[in-house]
């Protein structure tokens, strides 16, 4: 429930909430800059924060795709971002037996759509005590991810988030459906618009997934404006060398602005 998650609990400001980073930990001087860059952004604009990260990238499309530089590696690297700059921190974990290992270093352990329904993974997530944060998946209604959020309250963890990220459109785009944010928000979690995944155009002929960031400020608007809890986006300080899903991600200099705009829509939203 929405009141046992601190980081939304304990803020005053009335914003949205922000899970931003880089798509996957590449090395620590790009790591640390983009964790230090939105954390001065955020504190500016009261905008409650949790630095985002994979350690690994298991859904590749292509065998020869960056996976990272190592699982223990990256996760030290994302603990010290978590000890060292004071900020809740989420990453990916894709099977059972990564749950333990990740909830060392982190504080959500985010479950990616293509996996959640999968029930050993849910509860092994729920196990750790950890904040769960659920993808809903590209191929499920709003309303059946109640069941998956079930899954982790049952296993003996109320602290469950829920994540829009598209659903699938024809064989090469996704679209968002705005009703499905209010519809999760009935369950009582708080709900996460995760806006550059949605904008991900999968399955090219390349093998490697494109995108469309010239849209990231459009539904980025549009979800605040229908009341999301919170915001998800990639970043990165330069988005076409970037090592995983550079094609629809926000080029780090371009946040603040975003941000900005950001919060103030939310302040007319939230004075109806």
């Not at 400001?13 to 790009?30: I, K, Q, R, T």
């Not at 499309?61 to 699982?71: E, K």
């Not at 608007?221 to 330069?238: Q, R």
Request: hydrophobic fraction near 45%.
């Amino acid at each position: 429930m929405i009141e046992t998650i601190p980081f939304i609990k304990n803020t005053d400001s009335g914003n949205f909430f922000l899970l931003a980073g880089p798509c996957v930990v590449e090395g620590e001087e790009m790591l640390f800059k983009t964790a230090e860059t939105i954390k001065r952004i955020t504190d500016k604009l009261l905008i409650p924060f949790v630095f985002k990260a994979s350690y690994r990238k298991a859904n590749r499309s292509r065998i020869d795709s960056f996976t990272g530089i190592g699982d223990r590696e990256a996760l030290e690297l994302l603990g010290r971002v978590r000890t060292d700059l004071q900020v809740p921190v989420v990453t990916d974990i894709h099977s059972a037996d990564e749950a333990a290992m990740a909830a060392e270093y982190v504080d959500i352990l985010q479950i990616p759509a293509f996996l959640c329904r999968q029930t050993d993974l849910l509860e092994a997530a729920a196990k750790t005590g950890k904040i769960v944060n659920i993808k809903k998946g590209q191929f499920l209604s709003p309303e059946a991810m109640r069941f998956a959020a079930q899954k982790v309250v049952d296993s003996g963890n109320p602290r469950v988030m829920l994540t829009d990220r598209g659903t699938m459109f024809g064989y090469g785009d996704l679209i968002i459906d705005y009703r499905g944010i209010p519809e999760m928000q009935k369950f009582g979690y708080p709900v996460v618009l995760d806006i550059t995944h949605s904008l991900q155009q999968p399955n090219q002929a390349s093998g490697v997934t494109g995108g469309r960031p010239d849209l990231i400020e459009t539904v980025a608007k549009a979800g605040i404006a229908v009341g999301v809890d919170g915001i998800f986006l990639e970043t990165h300080p330069n988005p076409a060398v970037a090592k995983s899903d550079g094609a629809n991600m926000l080029k780090l200099d371009y946040l603040e602005d975003l941000l900005q705009k950001l919060v103030a829509i939310r302040k007319v939203v939230t004075a109806f």
